[in-house]
């Protein structure tokens, strides 16, 4: 008889975060947001929906941003992983797109906050955007306080991008 497999048997995984390599043993059920939360204490990534659609729980995987309600954590083995924790400099200074976020009001309540920042990191290290590019970069990330405006004035500002002439 052939043997079974058992999905429910815990895995060892490593994996990156934050620089630092983390070996954890983990269910194969256990979601990438989840394993961050409870098992890495890295709450900054927020979970609202868990399906997809909100982008709170929005983080880096090798450089690019990804949901990480949608992975199991068993599925970034040998990634690197960027949080919003990881943002900050080894000094405590912040990322360039956190204090433009502050300077422009670009939060409310703060719990999309962290979603949105990663979700824009990849954007606000390029180059000058165009009007289209904005909306585009935050398409996928729902807010529910601000009305996006600061958001896009704190990416303006950090990608050098001036707007565009009214026709
Ligand atoms: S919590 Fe992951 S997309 Fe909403
Ligand atoms: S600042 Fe409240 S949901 Fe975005």
């Known amino acids: 008889m052939s043997e079974r497999l058992d999905l429910t048997a815990p895995v060892p995984v490593s ?14 059920r256990w ?8 098992r890495l204490g890295l709450t ?5 929906c868990e399906h997809g659609v ?38 405590g200074e912040l990322h360039p797109l ?14 999309c906050t962290t979603g949105f920042l990663m ?3 990849p954007a606000a290290e390029g180059g000058p955007m165009t009007e289209e590019d904005f ?12 009305g996006y405006v600061g958001i896009v004035e704190a ?3 950090v990608t050098g991008s001036h707007p565009e002439p009214a026709s």
């Not at 979601?31 to 409870?38: M, N």
């Not at 900054?44 to 609202?48: A, L, N, Q, S």
């Not at 309600?69 to 080894?90: K, N, P």
């Not at 300077?103 to 719990?111: K, P, S, T, V, Y």
Request: charged share 20%.
């Open 15 to 28: 994996f990156t975060v934050n620089g630092e390599r983390r070996e954890l043993v983990l269910e194969p």
């Open 31 to 38: 979601l990438l947001s989840d394993v961050l939360r409870h």
């Open 44 to 48: 900054g990534t927020h979970v609202g």
């Open 54 to 91: 909100c982008g709170a729980c929005t983080i880096l995987l090798n450089g690019a941003p990804v949901r990480s309600c949608l992975m199991f954590g068993v599925q970034a083995r040998d990634a690197d992983i960027v949080t919003v924790e990881g943002l900050e400099s080894a000094n």
């Open 98 to 111: 956190q204090e433009a976020f502050r300077r422009h009001h670009g939060l409310q309540c703060g719990f």
């Open 119 to 121: 979700a824009l990191i």
């Open 135 to 146: 909306q585009d970069a935050v398409a996928g990330q729902l807010c529910r306080c601000t």
């Open 155 to 157: 990416l303006r500002e």
